[in-house]
């Protein structure tokens, strides 16, 4: 059941998207139909979408169109141009890990080396 949920959700959002450019309305109501699916089976958004819709007004985002993205403070952020909510996704950490990895990886290379 739950994954059938998750794949309405992934319906939803992508005929949001083709929607948008032509029927910005229609994809605004998509967004708010997957919210309430979301919050029926209390379930995470899909990680792609999370930064796509506005939490406030339930808006569906398209960056260029309705909202504004900058990198501020090893952040995105996410705003709203409609009620001017904005989202802060932090990237340090996944920066971290990234460098985590290299190092693993280049350290894990000497040990054939040797
Ligand atoms: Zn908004």
Do not use: D
Request: aromatic letters at 10%; charged letters at 30%; glycine letters at 4%.
């Amino acid at each position: 059941m739950i994954k059938i949920a998750y794949e309405r959700l992934e319906i939803l959002f992508k005929m949001a998207e083709e929607e948008f450019s032509l029927h910005p309305e229609r994809s605004h109501r998509y967004v708010e139909m997957a919210r309430n699916i979301a919050k029926k089976y209390n379930l995470n958004m899909p990680p792609y979408w999370r930064g796509r819709f506005c939490k406030q007004c339930n808006r569906f985002l398209k960056p260029g169109f309705n909202s504004k993205i900058r990198l501020i403070e090893s952040a995105v952020t996410t705003q709203c141009l409609k009620c001017g909510e904005i989202r802060r996704n932090l990237y340090k950490s996944e920066q971290k890990t990234r460098r985590r990895n290299k190092i693993e990886s280049h350290t894990f290379q000497e040990g054939i080396n040797e």
